[in-house]
């Protein structure tokens, strides 16, 4: 019992400590913020990697998404003859809750696993030891361009996850089943207000602020062997979905 | 020496200021008293080293002795836990963050395995110290690069990205780019591990010419015992955490102390022991360990 206790509080000091150089890291890339953006070039470059090349898999995963909404939705709705409000019932769903959502693990799977890796393994190989030889800081170099990198492209994607997953609604809902068109994008149109939208993007850059950040942090701070970079990027995944999750239900009971 | 050093010198104040006052000193770097440990094992207990201007200090010893920790004192990537590094005048220890950036950038450094920045091709690697520090023009970038990577040999490999390169390619383009700002100091760590012969010899040669051409001082880590000895002005030999044996490397030939006898021949067993430290070997045979509860204990 004493060992479970002992244990306990060794946990909870240990992820205390963890969470605070967490967010002095935090503090020290808000603070190296301005100076980055006067090197456009190396954060266009990370928006390109984190954002352009998840763009298949954001798509891909977004139509799909949208297309067993639409028909569970039209499953659900027509047994209480409503289907004409599935466009409304399905963008609500998806603006709000699952494109952000859904956007962020997806994100956190593809772009966060590719930045701890990239930065673990720069770790691994000296690379990073090298810069600071020859005066250059890493985190302003490499950590920095990444991690603003991954911040602008979360909203862009979630955005992008949201239009494709209603054009999926559509195909299913209009296309396949029959809903008259009219009435589905005007139910949608009624239904979806400003908040929505703002809601789903908001929720879209702080997932998009936290997975960055992890993945950063997980990358920077790796032990420099392949089973620490492994670990980092199991990391990355696990703790960035969990804290979409929980992020995402915060989010919500605070914008209800 | 060229536009990038005059560039550069613009944005070194702390540098300069305390190198006026070391000019008279001939040693660039001296390191008094240094304790440093790892865990619980001392890698320095009490280590005293000079290494003298213009000259190839060669730092020797059998692995696990804490050369290239030294190194990283040297430069503070890492903190000594006692002892005074003072380096051009600076004690390393009283330095900013900033004072520790422009001392670097005097600096030049070969990692082991040249740590190349595998998103860069082979030109962009030499010069990303230029484009970091410096506002030189592209056209000016270009011929100090072509002019570094030409000394090393391997100007016709410009467009080459670093995994391509052999081993000794890589840490010949490690060299050009820790000379494209014409460091003051230049450190070798383990510059001849796992290369050919035909490699050993050019990077043997290239560390003899730039410290000749470009007058600096280099500090070359290694145990390759024959081949430090044909370029090394003065060495050192650490063991046991700190220095056994010092000079020139025919004064460490003659040396009759047993361990630098052990290393300078290469046996395997004397005063450094060819076994780790463990408990009788024919106990631990007969018992049942639990191994992963004994590393929790010694925890």
Redesign the interface.
Known sequence: MISVARDLWFSARQSTATFGRVFLFLGQLVAYTPAALWRLRLVVHQIYNAGALSLVIIMTCGLFVGMVLGLLGYDLLSRVASEEILGAGAALALTKQLGPVMTALLFAGRAGTALASEIGL?RA???L?????????PVR?VVMPRFLGGVVAMPCLTAIFIAVGIFGVQLVGVEQVGIDAGSFWAQMRSAVELDDISEGMVKGSVFGVACSLIAVYEGYNSVPTAEGVGRATTRTVVISSVATLLLNFILTAYML | MNAASSSVGAGQPDAGSGGESAQKSENLVEIRDLYYTVGRRPVFSGLNIDMRRGRITAIMGPSGTGKTTLLRLMTRQIEPDRGTIVVDGQDLAQLSRAGIYALRRRMGMLFQNGALLTDLDVFENVAFPLREHTDLPERLIRHIVLTKLHAVGLRGAAEMIPSELSGGMARRVALARAIVMDPDILIYDEPFAGLDPISLGVILRLIRQMNDALGITSIVVSHDVQELATIADESYLLAEGHVVASGSPAELHANKSDIVRQFMNGMADGPVPFHFPAPDYSVQLLTRGDRRRRRRDSQ
């Open positions: 720069m190989t000296d690379q030891s090298a810069m600071q030889m020859m005066a250059v800081d170099r």
